[in-house]
């Protein structure tokens, strides 16, 4: 065993073996982004982590990245729940101490097409960048508790252009109102990873997430086998949300937001 810079065809073979829990790990990996450290047995990875702003573990032996996490600062630590304990608790001596951990996230997946929701849901375009950014920012507000505009205004806004730009943002508006908006945080052969998913306050408790929600899963599974997200475990409207629409619980995370 010994730890290793692993090759593009290693991350994707250990992924393969998790194509669930590692969409994440995956999808930076197709893209060329970020940096790895893994552990390597007889030619074959045992343990993987992805090691930037947000540091992503996932295997076994995962104690053998503390160091890289200490030295990278990291603004999040997030993946599979025993990954992320081993983790932290070689980690935790050295690092600040969270400014939120959450244990036990569900992730929900769906592989089959759920009722149409007949939603005027649609790709996001560039001439909807300016309803958008203060909507993504609303939501990141609501989920991580940190404004983005007040942190990097221009690289937040950058980062939602881009997402359109790539096709992993899609909406529902009427009348100047999201209905609906949702992006995708990882996107893989096997797997999209929705994140974000948000509805204007004003336009809460009418049923409208349920029934995009229900289009973009039908669109999506179209294009890959499941479509999956994860949760906070408290958030009861999101995961009777997620459940109405045929979604199922299958492993958990843990994320530590510093």
């Known amino acids: 065993m010994r730890t290793v810079s692993p090759t593009l065809d290693q991350v994707l073979a250990f992924c393969a ?3 669930i829990e590692r969409v994440f790990l995956e999808d930076i990996a197709r893209r060329g982004l970020g940096r790895f450290s893994a552990v390597e047995e007889e030619g074959r990875l045992v343990s993987l982590c992805h090691v930037g702003a947000n540091v992503v573990p996932s295997g076994p032996r995962c104690a053998v990245f503390a160091d890289a996490t200490v030295r990278g600062q990291a603004r999040m630590i997030i993946g599979e729940e025993r990954a992320v304990d081993e983790l932290w608790a070689a980690a935790a001596f050295r690092m600040p101490k969270p400014r939120d951990d959450r244990p036990g ?17 649609r790709a996001a375009t560039l001439a909807d960048l300016d309803l958008l950014v203060p909507a993504c920012a609303a939501a990141h507000r609501e989920e991580i508790g940190i404004d983005p505009l007040r942190r990097d205004p221009d690289g937040f806004r950058w980062r939602t252009r881009a997402q359109i730009e790539e096709g992993r943002s899609w909406l529902w508006v009427e009348d100047g109102e ?3 908006k949702a992006e995708a945080s990882a996107w893989t052969p096997s797997a999209v990873q929705l994140q974000q998913v948000w509805v204007d306050p004003a336009a809460r408790r009418h049923g ?10 039908r669109l999506l599974l179209d294009r890959v086998p499941t479509v999956c997200l994860f949760v906070r475990p408290e958030n009861d409207p999101a995961l009777a949300l997620y459940e109405s629409i045929g979604m199922r619980r299958t492993i958990s995370y843990r994320s530590l937001i510093f």
């Open 17 to 19: 073996d998790e194509p």
């Open 105 to 121: 996230q569900p992730v929900y997946v769906i592989d089959g097409p759920p009722p149409p929701g007949e939603t005027g849901l």
């Open 208 to 217: 409208y997430a349920g029934r995009a929600l229900r289009d973009l899963c």
């Open 178 to 180: 999201i209905r609906f």
